[in-house]
């Protein structure tokens, strides 16, 4: 019969220590990017976690009047 697994206050304590870390290698590797690559990187990840803004209604109309 094996142990139940247990939930060590150690093993939350480190994992919040690697994402903090990870957090801010991110930005920092980020800020080092120009605008515009992060601009684009944004809007990447925006289109990821939202892909229905890919969609658009497009109508077009003859000129002139209408018969």
């Known amino acids: 019969m094996s142990l139940p697994d247990e939930n060590h206050?150690?093993?939350?304590?480190?994992?919040?220590e690697m994402i903090e870390n990870l957090s801010?290698?991110?930005?920092q590797?980020?800020?080092q990017?120009?605008?515009?690559?992060?601009?684009?990187?944004?809007?990447?990840m925006h289109l990821v976690e939202q892909p229905e803004t890919m969609k658009a209604l497009l109508e077009i109309t003859p000129p002139g009047p209408c018969a």
């Open 9 to 16: 206050p150690v093993n939350s304590f480190v994992q919040e």
């Open 24 to 27: 801010q290698a991110m930005a």
């Open 29 to 31: 590797f980020l800020a």
């Open 33 to 44: 990017w120009p605008p515009v690559t992060r601009l684009r990187l944004l809007a990447f």
